[in-house]
T-cell receptor, first 115, second 114 residues
């Protein structure tokens, strides 16, 4: 069974800190995604990566960057955390070119609070 | 523009009652359609999916959904809700612009009373 693991369940950071959210998948999926989940707004795509070192901006990339040095790992970076980045962050993965036969598999999320 | 609308933010039902969660979409071609469920403290889990064929699709946990092209809808149903069905439900459509990206609706939170 596909496992997507997010390294932290809860994080509390201070404004201005650099924050790393880590995600690892164990099914050799080409695609990896970072979503942000906020009440009433659903899931919004921050960035996605379709291969190692390849990335594409999603709908809300401002204030975020990503890193994909290895196929199994996709990191979300908040260069200078702000209070409006307090949210639930969800990582997901699937096979490239196969979004129907390989639906998204999600991690359990990281709840980030920026104070 | 491609979009997904879930008109109901919050639904409350009694255990044993039937359930229908609404999803409407806007998409230029025949879409892939998905329903995901998020239990408290968890990530999203796929309930069911549709692309073609029989317009009534069965999923896990006793859920089903019906695709109605004329109404651009893909509503999720369950004949008898259990307390463990309390969760948030997301409808999604895709793929977008020759990518593997999906658009998610804003979700419907289901509360179940005993």
């Amino acid at each position: 069974d596909v496992k997507v693991t997010q390294s932290s369940r809860y994080l509390v950071k201070r404004t201005g800190e650099k924050v790393f959210l880590e995600c690892v998948q164990d099914m050799d999926h080409e695609n990896m995604f970072w979503y942000r989940q906020d009440p009433g707004l659903g899931l919004r795509l921050i960035y996605f990566s379709y291969d190692v070192k390849m990335k594409e901006k999603g709908d809300i990339p401002e204030g975020y960057s990503v890193s994909r040095e290895k196929k199994e790992r996709f990191s979300l970076i908040l260069e200078s955390a702000s209070t409006n980045q307090t949210s639930m962050y969800l990582c997901a993965s699937n096979r490239r070119g196969s979004s129907y036969n390989s639906p998204l598999h999600f991690g359990n999320g990281t709840r980030l609070t920026v104070t | 523009a491609q979009s997904v609308t879930q008109p109901d933010i919050h639904i409350t039902v009694s255990e044993g009652a039937s359930l229908e969660l609404r999803c409407n979409y806007s998409y230029g071609a025949t879409p892939y359609l998905f329903w995901y469920v998020q239990s408290p403290g968890q990530g999203l889990q796929l309930l069911l999916k549709y692309f073609s064929g029989d317009t009534l699709v069965q999923g896990i946990k006793g859920f089903e959904a019906e695709f109605k092209r004329s109404q651009s809808s893909f509503n999720l149903r369950k004949p008898s809700v259990h307390w463990s069905d309390a969760a948030e439900y997301f409808c999604a459509v895709g793929p977008l612009y020759n990518t593997d990206k999906l658009i998610f609706g804003t979700g419907t939170r289901l509360q179940v009373f005993p």
